[in-house]
């Protein structure tokens, strides 16, 4: 069973960068055909789609984030990381790591997020 | 950007039909996924490609998808299936989100 575990500082000054980690278990991050995601949800709000890494270390963002972020793996680790710079209190958030299976960046079409993490709360706040 | 469309909210009485639309230019044209979420938890995947049901889900689940309009229903709705519930789909390399359907059981 995957299991992905998302940790780091739940309190960000503004303007700096947000940092978080995603350990994964149960499986290796550099094997299959999986990219390894990113996800938001302010309170009360929906769901944003921040980024995906894929095994080979291929990224993908979204668009109106992009000036802004980094995901990079640590294989050494099974983890994968997120860097957002220049926070703002908009980007306080919950924020999901996940895992996206049936993708590779030949196609997507199928990709599902089968596996999430429970989440953590990062606030951005003076 | 690519945009999905979901109605706000969606109320059924216990027992009946619930029907939870995704709307997006040419939707028919992707494949959709649909993802439950209840309060402090995660999402769970509930259909992927279009129509299919992961193992754990109950078969009242079921999805389907043409022209514009993706829709999830949800046949016999129990007090348990009331949730958040989000579309999404693949834009060439970027996910997508729908704005999220709040389905309360009356």
């Known amino acids: 069973q995957v299991q992905l575990q998302e940790s780091g500082p739940g309190l960000v000054k503004p303007s700096q960068t947000l940092s978080l980690t995603c350990t994964v278990s149960?499986?290796?991050?550099?094997?299959?055909?999986?990219?390894w995601s990113w996800i938001r949800q302010p309170a009360g709000k929906g769901l944003e789609w921040i980024g995906r890494i894929y095994t080979s270390g291929s990224t993908n963002y979204n668009p109106s984030l992009k000036s802004r972020v980094t995901i990079s793996l640590d294989t050494s680790k099974n983890q994968f990381s997120l860097k957002l710079s220049s926070v703002t209190a908009a980007d306080t958030a919950v924020y999901f790591c996940?895992?996206?299976?049936?993708?590779?960046?030949?196609?997507?079409?199928?990709?599902?997020?089968?596996?999430w993490g429970q989440g953590t709360l990062v606030t951005v706040s003076s | 950007s690519y945009d999905l469309t979901q109605t706000p909210s969606v109320s059924v009485s216990p027992g009946q039909t619930a029907s939870i639309t995704c709307s997006g230019d040419k939707l028919g044209d992707k494949f959709v996924c649909w993802y439950q979420q209840k309060p402090g938890q995660s999402p769970v995947l509930v259909i992927y490609?279009?129509?299919k049901r992961p193992s754990e889900i109950p078969e009242r689940f079921s999805g389907s998808n043409s022209g514009n309009t993706a829709t999830l229903t949800i046949s016999g709705t129990q007090a348990m299936d009331e949730a958040d519930y989000y579309c999404q789909a693949w834009d060439s390399s970027t996910g997508v989100f729908g704005g999220g359907t709040r389905l309360t059981v009356l």
């Open positions: 996940a895992r996206v299976a049936y993708c590779s960046p030949a196609s997507c079409q199928r990709g599902r997020i089968d596996y």
């Open positions: 490609q279009d129509n």
């Open positions: 149960g499986g290796s991050i550099s094997s299959g055909t999986f990219y």
